[in-house]
């Protein structure tokens, strides 16, 4: 297998080399972004809100994670792929491997992500134990937009973060080969990246976790309405879209992005 793998990753965790992931929804892009040395493209259902014009995550469905998956695979060959579990395509642990085997088979992950805690403890002990690598999502969950009122930081209050860091080790050990860690305070993001022996990723949880995710099209100041505050521009100051990437991978891999101001 050409691609990166797992075992890489969690390699990278232990001596302490930055994670570079971006989202990708095209062939297009994702030749380009691991020519600039990103690592792992996530195949997000942020694409509801950035390709398709959606309001919410919520519209996306398994057929619209399944295409888009497949035109990124096509276009890459050496990046780690992971895929985004659209809204209600996990709501049983059956529907998820049922669902988690179309985005493998026919679309070409290598792992999927699914949002939420120890509800899910279940769905990924009958997913990891089939060969499915799961990567968890926890802090704050899009796909509950409507239950959390808006898109909000996430585990400020005491008992929230202690909650936020049980569902961690639940999941991981539930068989999470990966944590994505959402709108967190940057304390939390260390404190939880120090508990777990898998990756963890930071979008918007500061700088001292194991690697850094943003939307694709936030980096390059082209997302409708107002991109997240943990969020930079990295076309700014840059003359080409191949080097704002480059800017990203490096800034990331110095451990230069995010700075603790651009944290909560
Ligand atoms: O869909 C997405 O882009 C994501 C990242 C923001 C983590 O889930
Ligand atoms: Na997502």
Redesign the pocket.
Same mark, same amino acid.
């Given at each position: 297998m050409s691609r990166l793998t797992l075992t890489k990753l969690r390699k990278m965790k232990q001596q302490g080399e930055k994670i570079a992931m971006l =989202?990708a929804y095209d062939a297009s892009f994702a030749a380009l972004l691991e020519t600039a040395g990103v690592e792992a493209l996530?195949v997000? %259902?942020?694409?509801g809100m950035v390709v398709q014009g959606q309001e919410s =995550?919520l519209p996306v469905t398994m057929d619209d994670m399944v295409y888009h998956c497949q035109n990124v695979v096509r276009g890459s060959h050496r990046a780690f792929i992971l895929a %985004?579990m659209p809204f209600m395509s996990y709501a049983t642990p059956t529907q998820a491997v049922d669902n988690a085997a179309r985005l493998m088979r026919e679309g070409g992950a290598q792992m999927v992500?699914l949002?939420g805690g120890r509800l899910l403890r279940k769905t990924v002990e009958q997913l990891t134990t089939r060969g499915i690598p799961v990567c968890a999502?926890l802090g704050l969950l899009?796909q509950s937009v409507h239950r959390i009122g808006g898109y909000r930081v996430q585990g400020r209050q005491e008992n929230s973060a202690q909650e936020i860091h049980e569902d961690a080790v639940i999941l991981q050990q539930a068989g999470a080969d990966m944590l @994505?860690l959402?709108c967190v305070p940057a304390r939390l993001g260390k404190e939880i990246t120090q508990a777990l022996e898998i990756p963890v @990723?930071s979008?918007g949880a500061g700088p001292d976790c194991n690697g850094q #995710?943003? #939307?694709l099209y936030d980096l390059l100041g082209i997302s409708p309405g107002k991109p997240p505050s943990f969020s930079r521009n990295f076309l700014d100051g840059a003359d080409s879209i191949p080097n704002a990437i480059q800017a990203y991978v490096s800034a990331v891999k110095k451990g230069q992005f995010p700075t603790l101001e651009l944290s909560y």
């Open positions: =989202t996530l997000g %259902d942020s694409l =995550t %985004d992500k949002e999502h899009p @994505i959402e @990723i979008c #995710v943003l #939307v």
